[in-house]
């Protein structure tokens, strides 16, 4: 819709004259516009000749709200926007203000993005975390993963009753059975309660470690991150290629820090034993299996095992 003043600008004054009269009659007309005169009775024809771009603004865009074709295709000048008039009395006459209010949807999208900001991933695919959750979905897509579903969300409920506790989980279970998806939604979850989150696919991560030794402010920043988010997930755990210097100094350091403090979550397709023996054998280095039992001593009294059964849903979600 074009603006008013835009309409007006484009008229010789004669022309301009019989535009304004039929604008005024038009919104003489509008059940609004009727509305707000039936509450106000000191709109008269003069206020309303007074207040017409207002008046005409606030009808348009009350219009195109009524159709509306969706956020992006807002026809509204400020988009995701409506005019919202307020109206005050004042010695027997009335002003009338103008203001812009988001609608349903701006505010859905401005929360989410709020949400978006308080996660961070990390070598995850970021449009499979943007595609969103639905609760239906989660427990219909295979039943037996149900048990599973029913501890996340008994966590994600304690959460936001009691706040943060120290533990996490660790969810096992074989390969496709939606434990990185059940873990982003919980991440999602608590971030719309404020919670500051970061996800991490273990397998890039330590391979990428390998390289960002020759940047040490780089890997000081990403590990300072994970110490101090709320939530941090190690995704799929296990099945990278450990050496002894990420196994002792960089993840030995992050859930030193976070153990007593903060949760930390894993998804893996070993139980806790089958990681101990993973975490016990380096690249370079061998078998140690002093070394496995340390980190698993920052990890396995911090966790609640979370056994996941069902199929494999590759390809499905």
Known sequence: MESLGE???SMKSTALLRRTEQITEDLLRNPLI?????????IDDRVIRLNLSKLYQYA???????????????????????SKLDIQRMNGTVEIY???APCSLQIAKTNEDQIKKRIRSFYVDEHALSEGYDNM?????DRLRAPAVHQVFKYIRDTKENGLSPRGLYL?????????????YLMHELAKAGHSGVIVYMPDFVEDLKTMMQDGQKLKDMVETMKHCDLLIFDDIGAENLNPWVRDHVLGSI?????????????????????????SFTSKDGE??????????????????VHLFGENQRGKF
Do not use: W
């Open 98 to 100: 103008e203001r812009k």
């Open 288 to 305: 140690e299996l002093h070394k496995g039992q340390r980190l698993m001593n920052r990890i396995a009294p911090f966790v609640d095992v």
């Open 137 to 141: 979905e989660i427990m219909a897509k």
């Open 34 to 42: 009727q509305a707000l005169r039936s509450e106000y009775p000191e």
């Open 60 to 82: 348009g865009d009350q219009a195109h709200c009524q159709a509306c074709p969706g956020l992006d295709r807002c026809p509204n000048d400020f988009q995701g926007h409506f």
């Open 255 to 279: 859930l030193n820090f976070r153990m007593n403090r903060l949760p930390t979550f894993y998804t893996s397709n070993y139980p806790l034993d089958g990681l101990e023996q993973h975490l």
């Open 172 to 184: 096992t279970g074989s390969f496709g059975t939606g434990k990185t998806y059940l873990m982003g």
């Open 7 to 9: 309409l007006l600008e």
